[in-house]
DNA sequence: ATGAGTGCAAAGGCTTTGCATTAGG
DNA sequence: CCTAATGCAAAGCCTTTGCACTCAT
């Protein structure tokens, strides 16, 4: 599974959050929306020049609860500013193509059997350490095409 | 190679800064023997509390330089705040393992077999989607074994 | 000697918070 | 209804910067 249809995006996001005790209100809509439609890592910045309409510390707390919740994921970067997408139950695991020169952020998915080798290596190593492995962040830095 | 003995470390970074036109001042070196010492990525609250005799802004400065001069770097964490180590030319290429619960950041080495097929297929995937690889980024994200 | 490096304190920029108002279930 | 969510403005926190002084070469 790499993705669901649109439609579900929205169902999955409210049972998510009706399990955390928290309301799909208009505003939590608006920056699903928004993190859907763009498919791509967004800064705050980014989201608050979109939508004049989200007050930054609605912006602030609502993505707080949207990633306790378990709906958005925080990306970090190279840089400086934070970078917000979707979970990945929600847009199937990928990994990101990290710009060091303009900072773009771009996603791409591994190939499936690399990705086995390494839940499999990771999870011994881990195991060996007393570590309780959780997941696992892969990033390509570089530079991207615009920026040779 | 997996570390250098200490005392080349000294001669390295000497050597690193000169070519980046940069001096090795006593400030610096102590910032180096930190790190060095410590063997872990550090905050520069972490840093600031050993040596109450670095003042923040030569530590922030300091660090800027270093790391442009590419003798540290900066290692982003799920958390907060930035974290500094060594440059992997000084002590080997490696992984980090994040707590997501404490917050700490241990040092791991993974497998060469895994590290070469990392490799080969992040060259070709890079290649495909015409990024300019510079290098990879793998973390373990967990709880440690103190936070369990 | 002489420009890079240093240190204090002040300014910046992003993020969080207090409190009164509004709206979701 | 009644509590969670919202919005404005103020406060916080980490980081950067201005400027006078000091040290490395």
């Known amino acids: 599974m790499v993705s669901h249809a649109h439609s579900d995006i929205h169902g999955e996001v409210a049972e998510r959050l009706r399990v955390a005790g928290q309301r799909y209100t208009t505003k ?8 859907a439609g763009v498919g791509q890592p967004m ?4 989201l608050l020049e979109r939508r004049s309409d989200l007050p930054q510390s609605s912006l602030y707390r609502n993505l ?8 958005v994921s925080k990306v ?19 990994h990101h193509l990290l710009c060091s020169s303009c900072g773009a ?7 499936d059997a690399l990705e086995h080798e390494l839940d499999n290596a990771l999870g011994k190593l881990a195991k060996r350490e007393g570590f309780t492995l959780d997941r ?6 570089g ?6």
């Not at 970090?76 to 990928?94: K, M, P, S």
């Not at 952020?105 to 190939?111: E, Q």
């Not at 530079?143 to 040779?148: A, F, I, M, N, T």
């Open 28 to 35: 939590r809509r608006t920056i699903i929306d928004l993190l």
């Open 43 to 46: 800064s705050i910045a980014d």
């Open 64 to 71: 707080v609860v949207l990633e306790e919740s378990g709906v």
């Open 76 to 94: 970090v970067t190279t840089g400086d500013q934070a970078r917000y997408e979707l979970a990945e139950h929600l847009t199937g695991h990928h």
């Open 105 to 111: 952020v771009r996603d791409v998915v591994v190939p």
């Open 136 to 141: 696992h962040r892969l990033d390509l830095i």
């Open 143 to 148: 530079r991207c095409s615009s920026c040779q």
